[in-house]
C-alpha cells in the first residue's frame, strides 16, 4: 500500500477517464468506500486537479525511474556488445543472464577464495589437462 504524499507517476487508465498517463501526481488520500471500485485519490499538479484512480493506474516515482535506468542500462550494454563484436555478452544481455549484472561472477570469486588443498588443485589441473 502507498503512503499518504508519496511521489507516483500515472502508467495506465484502466477505467477510460482521461487520466493525463505519464504525468507525475501525489498521493492524496485513500478512498475507503467500499462501494467505489477506485483505491486513491490523486493530485496532479499540472492538470490542477484531483482524479480518482485504482491500484493499477499509479505506480511509485522510484520504481518508475528504476525500471527506466535498467531499460537505458541493457540498451548501453547491447550497444557496446555491437560495437566491439562482444558475441557472449550480447547473449547475456539479450537472454537475461545475470552474469552481465555480475552477480554470478561475485559468487565464483567467493568460491575460489576459500583455500583448497593439494590434492584437490592437483584433481583440478588433472581434470582441465584431461578435457
Known amino acids: 500500500m502507498l503512503h499518504l504524499g508519496e511521489k ?4 495506465a487508465d484502466v477505467f477510460e477517464q482521461n487520466l493525463p498517463v505519464g504525468e507525475y501526481g501525489y498521493l492524496i488520500a485513500y478512498d475507503r468506500n467500499p462501494d467505489n471500485a477506485f483505491d486513491y485519490i490523486v493530485r496532479i499538479p499540472q492538470a490542477n486537479r484531483n482524479f ?3 491500484d493499477k493506474d499509479i505506480e511509485p516515482e522510484e520504481n518508475v525511474l528504476r525500471f527506466e535506468a535498467e531499460q537505458i542500462e541493457r540498451a548501453a550494454l ?3 556488445a555491437l560495437a566491439t563484436h562482444n558475441e557472449k555478452l550480447f547473449h547475456q544481455v539479450m537472454n537475461g543472464e545475470e552474469t552481465a549484472n555480475g552477480t554470478d561472477l561475485e559468487a565464483e570469486a567467493t568460491t575460489e577464495e576459500e583455500p583448497m588443498s593439494q590434492a584437490e588443485f592437483i ?3 588433472n581434470l582441465r589437462a584431461w578435457i
Open 8 to 11: 507516483i507517476v500515472i502508467v
Open 52 to 54: 480518482f484512480v485504482t
Open 78 to 80: 547491447i550497444d557496446y
Open 123 to 125: 584433481k583440478r589441473i
